[in-house]
């Protein structure tokens, strides 16, 4: 997996996956200001504008981002990214990520994680997930990909520490779930 060469574009059904670029700031702050989305989240006032631009700046900064589209109306509904790829591991993260709450539960989600997945795979066996320990949601969302939680692991939010869970998911594990992809 070359970091610096992911696809513009992944797409099904669905949605769209597209490179994030410095002008989907205002399209994207517009999800992220809606405080509900970060509730369980260990940075819990994203949604203020300040803050939302240090997180945007650096997926930005990563070249590994991604904004998310609903593929029937073209509406920004979130963003993801790739990070932390450790070839000698066979493994990347999936990370950073969050939807409009229209779009949370179930198929969205699923249909943006399998473009992610099914490309990772090409390139390492694993794929890593940090969630926050207090995300309930999301960490329900990751196990039902077939993730098993591995670890936990401080990651670090605006200056501070934070404890999260450490989920791994196999090539072999996913393809077993999803033997289509």
């Avoid at 066979?90 to 179930?106: D, E, H, K, N, Q």
């Avoid at 926050?132 to 591995?150: D, H």
Wanted: net charge neutral; proline share 3%.
């Amino acid at each position: 997996m070359q970091m610096d060469s992911l696809p513009e574009k992944l797409e099904d059904e669905l949605v769209v996956i597209t490179r994030l670029c410095m002008d989907d700031f205002e399209k994207l702050f517009a999800v992220a200001s809606d405080p509900l989305i970060w509730e369980q989240h260990p940075e819990k006032n994203r949604f203020r504008r300040e803050v939302f631009q240090a997180f945007f700046d650096g997926a930005i900064a990563s070249k590994t981002s991604f904004l998310v589209l609903a593929r029937s109306t073209g509406e920004v509904i979130g963003c993801t990214r790739f990070y932390d790829y450790q070839p000698a591991l066979s493994s990347v993260a999936i990370g950073y990520t969050f939807l409009s709450r229209t779009y949370w539960g179930g198929k969205y989600n699923l249909s943006k994680k399998k473009l992610l997945l099914s490309y990772a795979f090409k390139f390492v066996d694993n794929v890593i997930f940090h969630v926050g320990v207090t995300n309930l949601r999301s960490q329900k969302a990751v196990e039902n990909l077939g993730a098993i939680k591995v670890n936990e692991v401080n990651m670090h939010h605006s200056g501070i520490d934070v404890l999260h869970v450490e989920y791994n998911l196999s090539k072999q594990q996913w393809l077993n779930k999803y033997p289509e992809c």
